[in-house]
């Protein structure tokens, strides 16, 4: 059951479309309001922060993609993007990459919109639960390399500090966490996404950031392996501490 979520605003040009999704979640107990482009969108921003936003990528005169630039240089509030069906993804790709947080495909169905909803506004509560936890403490061990939760150290087997940004150091802990575990790239975003100031969410380049920094030779990893149809797995045994 999520707790209290305040209001999300949808921003769609398309009125039919705008209204039949703001009945739907209110009907399912999410208060919503409605926007049509960049004024009433920042109007809604500069008042209470929304929980969550619901973006097109084509609104007439405003490119979704510049809104969500301009979102995620000032908030961090979460931003599931909608696009039509086209040939290629350049534009889903280029929307995680700039910080969205998930995507949906026009046309969708209004009870999958609902359940994308539902999964990311769980994630924003488990974000809030993870930073009210007591201090980090301990670390882990694996082919000679440690990792210091306290400190976010990473030193490799040489004992040479390896640095880390935050989006690596909470995929690598992902990993440290579930060692020799398929993981689905459903789970890397999530356990990347509860850590603050994390802009780019596509799971696959934040691996490749980290293969370059932990294998000896990324083109043919031994550390992050790649697990077909599921997603990725950290291959070598690792011990806590």
Known sequence: MLADIGHIVVVDDDPTLRQMVIKYLE??????????????????????????????????????????REIRSHSDVPVIITTGHRPDEIDRIVGLELGADDYIIKPFSLRELLARVRAVLRRQEMGRAARARDPERGGYRFSGW????????????????????????????????????????????????????????????????????????????????????????FAVPVDPF
Do not use: C, M, W
């Not at 500069?46 to 809104?67: C, E, K, T």
């Not at 030193?155 to 150091?169: H, N």
């Open 146 to 233: 440690k990792l210091e939760r306290r400190s976010r150290k990473l030193t490799d087997p040489d004992e040479a500090p390896v640095p880390l940004s935050k989006g690596e150091y909470a995929l690598l802990l992902a990993f440290l966490e579930a060692p020799q575990r398929p993981l689905t790239r459903e789970h890397l975003l999530q356990a990347t996404r509860i850590h603050e100031d994390i802009f780019d969410r596509s799971i696959d380049v934040q691996v490749l950031r980290l293969r370059r920094k932990l294998e000896t030779d990324p083109s043919a990893p031994r550390v992050i392996q790649t697990e077909r149809g599921v997603g990725y797995v």
């Open 27 to 68: 009907e399912h107990n999410i208060p919503t309001r409605a926007a049509s482009n960049r004024s009433e969108l920042n109007h809604y921003l500069d008042g209470s922060q929304p929980s969550l936003i619901i973006l097109d990528l084509r609104l007439g005169q405003d490119d979704g993609l510049d809104l969500l």
